[in-house]
Each structure stands twice: as structure tokens, then as C-alpha cells.
């Protein structure tokens, strides 16, 4: 089989990329076309920061009736700058198209569709665990196989914190939950792509206009 009968290709960023069928994925399906075949995108989209952004860019998601898997903002390696990291599954397709609808938007700088394989992501994780059993052994053996740590004590319980993949943070939950687990609170997903988004030329224009 050659590249082109087991590959479709489709844009994304702007750019031709090659999207495997979901007869490649799973053995015995049906083949799809490339704009129908459903990944996990990183969205990366770097604002101003102005009142209302928020707003405008999950509004694009609800038109289109597409569901965010997480979402998380914060200040960037620009002075004044944010970027806002969405992590949606959907195809090549509607990801270029959402890509494009927010570039349109008022505060919006520029925005990136990436693949799982194209970013570095990591979640945090906090868990607040009764203490009424933790003498009882294995305890600390759990924490320190997961790669977690122990933030702090209270009369009753432990809050422990770990970093991770959802599926590590959901792990634990489970293997904690023999203890008593008062509280779970999971961070969304930040990311950082492995290849350069803006280039030293544009981090400069956007130090002297904001």
C-alpha cells in the first residue's frame, strides 16, 4: 500500500499534513476521509489581554457544538501576552476551521492546531485523603511510587499533589481511594509545543506594541 492510498492529507495551520484513515487505526473499519477522522488537538492561542476574550473564543466552540476537554490561560514568556491552551477531540478538518474562526477574533494574536505528538503537556493534581488510616501501611510507598508529594497536614487529613498524564491523576485517585479521599481537584492541561510557535522577530513586535 502506498503512502497515498493508506494516508489522506488535509490542512491544519495553514499547511498540508498527512491524517491516517480510520481504517489504518482500527482494523476492519470502515475507511473515512480525512475530515472526518477523529484526533486530539492541543489548540494554542495567544491574546491580548482584554475583557471579553474569554468569551469570544469559547462562543466559537459553542456554534460549532464542540466540546472543550479542558481549558487553561495564563500570562506567557511575552510581557502582556496570554495564551490560552484548549484541548478538544474532533478532526483535522473542523480544527483548521476553528483555528481560522479564531484568528478572526478581536484580541486574538494567533492561534495553532497541534497534535498530541507536537506538544509537551502535563497536569496538576491535588488530593485531599483522610488520615484516620494512613498508619496503616503502604501509604507512603503509594505516594512515592506515583511521584507525588505531601503538601500538608490538617487534624483529619493529608493534601498530597501530583504532576502528571489525566490517566496517572486518575490512578491514584483509585489507589488512594481505599484511604478516604475528602477531595479531588484536577488542574486543565498546560502545554508547550516542542517546535517554535512565534518567531524571535514576532516576540519582539509584540514586547514593543504591548
Do not use: C, W
Not at 26 to 46: D, N, W
Not at 119 to 125: D, G, N, S, Y
Not at 153 to 176: C, Q, S, V, W
Amino acid at each position: 500500500m502506498t503512502f497515498v492510498e493508506e494516508f489522506s492529507t488535509t490542512t491544519l495551520n495553514g499547511q498540508k499534513t498527512a491524517v491516517a484513515p480510520a481504517s489504518a487505526a482500527t482494523p476492519g473499519a470502515a475507511r473515512l476521509s480525512a475530515s472526518s477522522f477523529m484526533e486530539k488537538f492541543t489548540l494554542s492561542i495567544f491574546t491580548e489581554n482584554r475583557i471579553g476574550v474569554l468569551h469570544r473564543i469559547t462562543t466559537v466552540f459553542t456554534r460549532r457544538h464542540l466540546s472543550i476537554q479542558s481549558l487553561t490561560t495564563s500570562e506567557t514568556e511575552v510581557p502582556g501576552i496570554f495564551r490560552f491552551i484548549i484541548v478538544l477531540e474532533t478532526s483535522a478538518a473542523m480544527a483548521e476551521k476553528v483555528r481560522k474562526q479564531l484568528e478572526k477574533i478581536i484580541g486574538v494574536i494567533r492561534a495553532f492546531a497541534l497534535r498530541e505528538e507536537d506538544v509537551v503537556h502535563q497536569e496538576l493534581a491535588m488530593y485531599k485523603v483522610s488520615n484516620a488510616r494512613v498508619n496503616e501501611g503502604g501509604f507512603e510507598t503509594l505516594i512515592r511510587d506515583n511521584h507525588a508529594r505531601v503538601l500538608s497536614f490538617g487534624a483529619d487529613y493529608i493534601m498530597i499533589e501530583k504532576t502528571g498524564h489525566p490517566r496517572e491523576m486518575l490512578h491514584l485517585f483509585n489507589a488512594l481511594e481505599p484511604y478516604g479521599v475528602m477531595g479531588f481537584s484536577r488542574s486543565g492541561t498546560i502545554a508547550i509545543s516542542k517546535r517554535p510557535l512565534l518567531s524571535e522577530e514576532d516576540r519582539q513586535a509584540l514586547r514593543g506594541n504591548y
